[in-house]
């Protein structure tokens, strides 16, 4: 989630639709005190600086220590290095809002974001990207999977999923994009671009929430099998996968009319 007082934006961060690689380009035109939630790792990684808002909310996370705050002031002043700085910044960032957003700030529901920043909801563009939900499945195996050393099949990581079973950790925690940019099951964004017209929809979009935007758009999630001769598991979607998928993710199915995969 990305809270633009500077532009007068909020653009919500769903899960794999290159939302990281958007706050990332995103970031190059924040005001100092905007707020970014999303894609902070990768920002810095871009050598795009953390708002100053990020820096002064993170130093103020409450219920610290004497010895906590004196290493907060270490970190925080650069004399441990500005990459564990940047760090510091991130995890105490998201724990300030973690209370205020749920459990996942960078991927905040709507609704939260709504209670949270009532003046900004009421009167801010509000933008997200949206992607095929069996697209989306097979995306997300793939990330979830990235570090295991024996994953499960794609079968087993979607019942999982249906079944509430977070398989040690690899299942994520909210794995349905609807509650992030839908309140009352009803969109509640001004702007929706659709992932598989990405360019063409970030194009439009961001000149009518202010921003000025020359295309840049990095990769800010690569996955070792995405390198060349990298082997990657096999994945397929049988009709009972696919039908699963389907009633998981209904409502943005019928909301934007996606189809499942064929053949």
Known sequence: MILSHQHRFIFLHCRKTAGSSIS???????????????????????GIPYTRRVYAEA?????????????????????LGPWRRAERARKRIHARYRP?????????????????????????AKFCVVR?????????????????????????????IR?????????????????????????????VIRFENLTAGLAEVLPQVGLTWDGWLPRAKVLAADKPGT????????????????????????AFGYLPPTG
């Open 132 to 160: 095929n939900p069996w697209d989306r499945m097979v995306s997300d195996y793939f990330w979830r999977t990235r570090d295991v050393q024996a994953p499960p099949s794609f079968e087993t990581f979607i019942k999982a």
């Open 231 to 254: 082997p990657r598991p096999e994945v397929s979607y049988t009709p009972e996968l696919t039908r699963i998928v389907g009633d998981l993710f209904a409502r943005e199915v019928a």
């Open 163 to 191: 079944d509430g079973d977070t398989l040690g950790g690899i299942v994520p925690g909210e794995p349905d994009n609807w509650p992030l940019y839908a309140i009352d099951d009803k969109v509640a964004v001004d702007h």
């Open 24 to 46: 990332v380009a995103l970031a190059r035109s924040l005001g100092p005190d905007d707020l970014q939630l999303s894609g902070l790792k990768e920002t810095f990684e871009a």
């Open 59 to 79: 130093a103020r996370l409450p219920g610290r220590t004497a010895l906590t705050r004196i290493e907060d002031r270490l970190h925080f002043a650069g004399a």
């Open 100 to 124: 205020i957003l749920g459990d996942f700030p960078y991927h905040a529901r709507a609704a939260a974001i709504a209670a949270a920043f009532p003046r900004e909801w009421a009167g801010y």
